[in-house]
């Protein structure tokens, strides 16, 4: 579903991802691990658009999508949430969910000042769809509280939230874990998997969390120093020495 | 001996919520200590917590006994400690000389000695006094960067990360320099991300996760330690 | 046309009127490197240090060119003043508001020198100034004073940046911020240094239009969208790129004078800034984008 | 003065209150809602006053003209020039801070002034566009003006209306989403400059109205007639007074300020030639330290943005 060939993003003179190669099945949970550093986030942010890299391509369901505009990308289904939430910390959670689908008939200005009556019926059906969302992630006792005053963990099954607003393929998912309580944790998971398994969402996973890792995820994808170091399932990964040597840094001289 | 930094129980974050959920850590005269820990364990935002650039709800930070919990950078800096950030540590359009002298800005009267004392630790620097900093590679803007917090002469010097994004070789190269500044009278105390480098180099090692203390010890004790191995590929 | 034409009536005008704009464009810069934000009452600051000369001239009877440290003093605290009460408090708001207030400061300077000084054009001499014949090539002294001027001011100002403990501190506050904060700079003060030499760059640049051609209330307004032109064609944040884009940019507009009406002078300005903008926004000398 | 001319006088300032509310509500899309910042809203003004004028007046000699087109087509006219103006400006200005839109916009002021003051043929330069055809302007005075009155009155309403449901509808949702955070508004599918740089055409669009509404209330337009600087002045006052980013406040703060500068007109108007001539700009001075003082004690204006979008309590 998702090819990523040969990705380079250098910032001045330091190679954040480096010749990065990977492929993401359709229908599949891949993890994405790896230590600090490792590019993640930044191949995120080239997979959604949000940057544009130095070198590489990426294929999007057979389409070349490297040099597409972010918003044309998330139109395609391509979707992401972020590590830090970035949530409309002004706007009302309900608010935050209606915002999302693309093409909204109100969001013409000529709609909405001459086809009042689609505008109104489009929202109805909007809003009914963001509180089915509101009540899947379990949030409908804050549907009017600003964003900007929810917790950590809130926020986060915000951010997944959006991504049910709109009829995503692909959800690139930031360490959703971060920060979130073990309770809300294990309802992210959850929700994760219904997601996967009855939306049929395609997902690619950043986490830290291996327990998610292992319960959500495969393949998965070890990155380190912006490249991929090797890809298989959690237990595979999980033992092979280069793996930890990732983690925990190659031994230097002989002080170890 | 008593410790030059001490940390103690210390709770805070940036906005309303709690990173690190008491941490408590020391460094003596003459030692370097590591942080290490997984991703999101609470590490530079402990060392940030050491600086004042992070609203301190709890605990105590003092360093040779004052008191410096909650003042503001510049004073911090006053009572000898430096910190070098992870990012944007330099100044790019200045010359690495240019560099150093900001270091000392708030020092007066001769400041040849702190001069000689940096370049002497940073060889490859002194070559480079005329250069851009933004010019330079990755490893000489840490050793920039480094340079320009010694030339406080601190008692401790905190490093962000200071191999983060580094080749081995330059690491390597860090490392040993590091070892120089302390042997030259200045207890460290770094943050890493290559773990296993600086548990081996350090003299005492603090594992951090989930903004707190998980394990402490001597570098090889740490090292060797299984349980710390399995911290970091699982929860 | 001949070449000695050209360099008589547009050339040579239009390096006077672009070392004008150079003082001008290398106090934007500065804030704009420094503080971080579009001065706009920058002209109108202009208009009153070209009117404090004229008070000096007029009324304490000093002689022209002794007026312009006075006039350029008076405006430096004027600067400075400013600063303290309107801009200062808005610090921790985000920078367009302060851009606002400037536009704000912009009519309040220039309706205080309506004011005090009318709204009819003034002059520091009386009479024609004849300009000398230099093998063929007509210079007025005045033009030699100004080019010469903003040259020997605009290299003071470079060694004071380059050389000084608080010039490196100024610039190091340009380059990052946190950093120079984490050094122990102390930012008030470099704010205070930043206006006082901003405002002192300003008198400079409204004494010496108003000795060129005449003293009038709107004039540094006028300059106000050459000046920004000339900074963000040199590259924002880069001294030397302010000088040389202000001598583009007041060539460009004399010459300009050849091909199209003279009255859209001024529209010169205004096309190079989109251009630059649309094509290089970080200038000829790779400056800051805000 | 009698009743019949304090009548006229106010019928004469809800006029103006109305054209100045327009500017009002187009300058609150574009900073209140969107945050761009222009500071050349006389030259937007200026070019719906003159396009609207060159459309509608009968044949003049010595400039372009005699199109005789009814009033709406000239405003419509006059909307739709601003616009394109507008256009190319926010395209190439947009992709920046606002510092730069706000330093273009000025070129653009400045630009716009200078061709109305030059182009002959095109503005009839000093001595500016007459003829002007007035709706209701056969009335009798006192009627003529009510009837105007009403006119403004009705399109201002409009134009309220017009942008408020703008305002509660997924589009100034959408913009709200925008100004809190741009990255994740991209992310989420949104095509953020061209959102900008449709809410900034539109915002010019009913300046251009204004202009247009204030040319064919004088019957005529001359470049005195704007002080760019001074128009664009009093909107931004007036908008920051009221409250950006609350439509009702932008008309409020309308109100308050251009009471406030009439009257202290009068009132100057009252001292000796010597004096009164400087007391214009004293006038001017004020209004410059009443911007300083609102940002630095009331930021938020008379009537801050209210909190929109609670379920149930729509506005709309």
């Known amino acids: 579903m ?52 130095t070198s590489g391509r ?80 379990e949030l409908t006792h804050v549907a009017d509280e600003r964003a900007g005053n929810l917790s950590g963990g809130q926020k986060k099954l915000l951010e997944l939230g959006r991504t049910m607003m709109t009829d995503a393929r692909l959800v690139l998912l930031d360490e959703p874990a971060a920060g979130v309580n073990r309770t809300l944790l294990r309802k992210l998971e959850e929700k994760i998997a219904i997601l996967n398994k009855e939306r049929g969402y395609t997902f690619i996973l950043i986490e830290h969390d291996m327990e998610m890792i292992e319960k959500l995820c495969h393949p998965v994808i070890c990155m380190a120093e912006g490249t991929v170091l090797i890809e298989g399932d959690f237990q595979t990964v999980r033992s092979d020495p280069r793996v930890l040597e990732a983690y925990l840094g190659e031994t230097v001289g002989d002080a170890a | 001996m008593s410790p030059l930094l001490d940390m103690r129980e210390v709770r805070g974050g940036y906005g309303d919520a709690d990173i690190l959920q008491g941490v408590s850590l020391n460094v003596a005269p003459g030692e370097i200590v590591a942080i290490v820990g997984p991703n999101g364990a609470g590490k530079s935002t402990a060392m940030k917590a050491i600086f004042g650039l992070l609203h301190v709800r709890g605990g105590k930070i003092t360093i040779d006994g004052k008191d410096i919990t909650g003042l503001k950078p510049n004073l911090i800096v006053q009572a000898g400690v430096c910190y070098v950030p992870q990012v944007d540590n330099i100044f790019r359009e200045m010359t690495v000389h240019e560099n150093l002298e900001m270091g000392a800005f708030l020092r007066s009267g001769d400041q040849t000695r702190a001069y000689d004392r940096v370049y002497g630790l ?85 594992v951090l996760a989930s903004g707190a203390n998980r394990h402490e010890g001597t570098g090889a004790e740490l090292l060797a330690d299984r349980e710390v191995a399995e911290m970091f590929l699982g929860g | ?131 000398e014949n230099w093998w063929g090539i007509r210079l007025k002294d005045r033009e ?67 000795l060129n051609t005449e003293l009038k209330s709107m004039m540094g307004w006028q300059m106000l969208l050459p000046m920004f032109a000339a900074a963000i064609l040199g590259g924002v944040g880069r001294i030397e790129g302010a000088v040389l884009g202000g001598l583009i940019v007041g060539v460009a507009e004399e010459v300009s004078v050849i091909f199209i009406p003279s009255e859209y002078k001024a529209a010169m300005a205004f096309v190079i800034l989109l251009l630059m903008l649309l094509l290089r926004p970080t200038g000829l000398l790779r400056g800051k984008v805000l | 003065m009698e009743w019949i001319g304090l009548l006229n006088y106010a019928v004469f300032m809800a006029i103006f209150i109305c054209i100045y509310g327009l500017l009002a509500l187009g300058l609150n899309i574009q900073w209140g809602f969107t945050g761009l910042f222009n500071a050349g809203i006389a030259g937007f003004f200026a070019v719906g006053a003159y396009a609207s004028a060159i459309l509608t007046t009968p044949e003049a000699a010595g400039r372009i003209g005699g199109f005789d087109l009814p009033v709406p087509v000239g405003w419509a006219g006059a909307m739709v020039l601003a616009a394109a103006i507008a256009w190319p400006i926010g395209k190439i200005c947009l992709r920046f801070r606002s510092d730069y839109l706000a330093i273009a916009t000025i070129g653009v002021a400045e630009i716009i002034r200078l061709v109305v003051k030059s182009e002959d043929w095109l503005t009839n330069s000093a001595r500016g566009v007459t003829n002007i055809p007035r709706p209701f302007g056969d009335l009798p005075y006192v009627q003529s003006q ?16 017009l942008v408020e449901r703008q305002i509660a509808a997924p589009w100034g949702r959408m913009m709200r989403a925008i100004r809190d955070n741009e990255l994740a508004a991209r992310a989420m599918g949104k095509d953020v400059p061209f959102r900008r740089l449709e809410a900034f055409i539109f915002g010019a669009a009913l300046m251009g109205l204004g202009g247009a509404l204030f040319a064919h209330l004088n019957r005529a337009i001359t470049p005195e007639a704007i002080d760019p600087m001074v128009a664009t002045f009093l909107v931004w006052i007036m908008l920051i007074l009221g409250g950006s980013g609350n439509n009702r406040g932008a008309i409020l703060g309308v109100a308050v300020v251009w009471v406030i500068w009439s009257f202290s007109e009068i009132l100057t108007d009252q001292f000796p030639p010597e004096i009164a001539i400087k007391a214009k700009y004293i ?34």
């Open chain 2, 122 to 206: 940073f060889p490859d620097l002194k070559e480079r006094r005329k250069t851009l900093a933004g010019n330079l590679s990755g490893g000489q803007r840490q050793m920039v960067a480094m340079g320009r917090a010694l030339m406080l002469d601190p008692k401790v010097l905190l490093l962000d990360e200071p191999t983060a994004g580094l080749s081995p070789r330059y690491m390597e190269q860090i490392f040993q320099i590091c070892r120089d500044v302390r042997d030259d009278g200045v207890a460290l105390l770094l943050v890493e991300q290559h773990a296993k480098q600086a548990l081996a180099f350090s003299d005492r090692g603090y």
């Open chain 1, 58 to 137: 990426i294929r999007y369901m057979g389409e070349d999508i490297t040099h597409l505009s972010a918003d044309k990308r998330f139109h395609k289904g391509l979707v992401r949430t972020f590590q830090i939430p970035h949530e409309f910390h002004r706007l009302t959670v309900l608010e935050n969910l209606m915002m999302v689908p693309g093409h909204q008939a109100g969001e013409s200005l000529f709609a909405n000042w001459f086809a009042w009556g689609k505008v109104a019926g489009d929202e109805r059906e909007t809003e009914r769809r963001a509180w089915e969302t509101l009540e899947f992630l």
């Open chain 3, 1 to 131: 046309m001949e070449f000695l034409e050209l360099l008589n009536f547009y050339i040579i005008p239009g390096l006077v009127l672009g070392s004008i704009y150079a003082l001008g464009a290398v106090g934007i810069t500065l804030v704009f490197a420094i503080l971080r934000y579009a001065h706009l009452a920058h002209g109108d600051i202009a208009t009153l240090g070209a009117f404090v000369a004229f008070a000096a001239v007029t009324l304490l009877g000093l002689p022209v060119y002794a007026a312009l440290p006075v006039a350029m003093v008076v405006t430096a605290f004027a600067a400075v003043g400013i600063d303290k009460l309107f801009y200062d408090y808005l610090r921790e708001r985000p920078r367009i508001v302060t851009v606002m207030a400037s536009l704000g400061v912009a009519l309040m300077v220039r309706s205080l020198v309506q004011v005090i000084w009318g709204v009819d054009a003034e002059s520091y001499i009386r009479g024609i100034a004849r300009p």
């Open chain 4, 283 to 316: 006038r001017i001075f004020l209004i410059g330290l009443m911007l300083q003082l609102v940002l630095r004690f009331r930021p938020e204006g008379i009537l801050p943005e209210p909190q929109r979008g609670v379920s149930g309590k729509k506005d709309l």
């Open chain 3, 144 to 210: 030699i004073v100004t080019i010469l001027t903003m040259i020997g001011l605009v290299l003071a100002l470079q060694l004071f940046l380059m050389k000084t403990k608080w010039g490196k501190a100024m610039r190091a506050m340009s380059d990052n911020p946190n950093l120079a904060l984490l050094s122990g700079v102390d930012n008030g003060k470099v704010v205070f240094l930043t206006w006082l030499i901003v405002g002192g760059l300003c008198a400079a640049s409204g004494f010496f239009l108003g």
């Open chain 4, 146 to 161: 009510l009837a105007y009155l009403a006119l403004v009155g009705g399109i201002l309403l409009v134009v309220y209306l």
């Open chain 1, 2 to 53: 998702l090819e990523v060939e040969n990705l380079v993003m250098e910032y001045g003179g330091f190679r954040a991802v480096d010749r990065c190669t990977l492929t993401a099945e359709e229908g599949h949970i891949t993890g994405l691990i790896g230590p600090n550093g490792a590019g993640k986030t930044t191949l995120f942010n080239l997979i959604a658009g949000a940057i544009e890299p």
